[in-house]
C-alpha cells in the first residue's frame, strides 16, 4: 500500500490537503483531510516530516508549513507571506535550511528560513525578476513559475515563464542564496518554460515549455543548460488551443509524463541512454485542464488531475511499454493540482 497526498486548490471548507492510502488494486481510500485555503504545490523537508504547501491570501499568497505522521495526518506549524501573488511553486534546500517559493503574477521569489520545528520564519529575503518576452499576453513582465535544485546540490534553479529563462543562483548551505553573479539561461524565445526535471546522472534535464507545447532537453553543467532537442508535447493533428504543465520523470528514469491542458491529455515518452526521448503514447486525462500528473506506487499507477472538472482519473501504468490505461478509480475534488509521496528519509547533515 502506497500513500498520496493531494492537494485542492478550492476555498474552504473543503480545499486543502487530501491524504489516501492506495491500496495494491490501484483503489484510493481518503485517510485525513487538512484544511488550507487554496492549497497548490507541495514540497517535503528531506527527512519527511515537514511539508510546505503553497496558499492563497488576501493581499499576498502564503506557504504553509505543516508536520506529517507516519499515518499521513497534517497539522499546521505556521503560515507565511508568500511576498507575491500567485504562488504556484517551492521546494526545500538540500540541506533543509531554507524553502524558496515562486509567485507566478508578481515575477519574484522568495526564501524562507526553516526552524528547529520545520516551522517558517517570515521571508528574510525577496527577488524579483526583470524582463519581458516576445508573447504579447502572457511575456509583458516575468512571472517565475518553479523553484527546484540542481543535483550537484549548488545552484537554486528559478523557471521564468515571462522572460524565457532558467535563473540559477549560487547556494551555499547553511546561508541561503546569493544574487551575485546569478546564470541567466535563456530558452527558446517565446516558448514560456514552465518546470523541469533531471535525470539520474544530473547531467540532462528536460525542461516543459507552457506556450511552445514543448519539452526541451538539455545539457546540464556547473549552472549553465544548453539545449539539445526540442520534442512536442502533442499529437500531431491537435489544433486547439492548449498549454502544457506537468512533467514528471519515472524512478527508473526510463519514461517521461507531460501532460497538456486544452487538448487535456498525458503524453508518455520513452527515455534512451543518451536522454533523447520517443513519443510513445497520448492518453486522455478524463476532465478538463490537467494540471498535474504524477507516478506513484513504485510507477505502477499514475493520477491527472482536472483542474477545471473537479477531477482526479486514475491508470495503470505499464513500466516495460509505458503505457497508460485508465483503471476506473476516480475521486472529485475542488480544483485539484498537485500529488505528491512522502519522499524517503535522507541522512541528516
Known sequence: MSRLFITAWGDLPRGGIYT???????EPVQTSFTPFRHAGYIAWSPDGRSMYVTGGGQETDTVGAFSVTDDGKCTLLSVQSSGGVSCCHLCVSPDGKFVYAANYRTGNFAEFPVLSDGSLAPAARIVAHEGKGPHPVRQTEPHAHFCGFTPDEKYLLVIDLGIDAVMAYPFTPGEGIAQENVIRNPVTPGSGPRHLVFDRSGRTAWLVTELGNTILRLRY????????????????GVRCATKASAVRLSRDGKFLLASNRGFDGVAVFAVNEAGRLADVSHTLSGGSSPRDVNFFAGDRF?????????????????????????????????????????????PER
Open 302 to 346: 499514475v493520477a491527472a488531475g482536472n483542474e477545471f472538472s473537479d477531477t482526479v482519473f486514475f491508470f495503470d501504468f505499464d513500466r516495460e511499454r509505458g503505457l497508460l490505461a485508465p483503471n476506473g478509480f476516480r475521486i472529485d475534488l475542488p480544483r485539484p493540482l498537485c500529488f505528491s509521496e512522502r519522499p524517503a528519509s535522507r
Open 221 to 236: 553543467a556547473d549552472g549553465r543548460f544548453e539545449v539539445q532537442e526540442t520534442y512536442s508535447t502533442l499529437p500531431r
Open 20 to 26: 489516501f492510502d492506495v491500496r495494491d488494486s490501484g
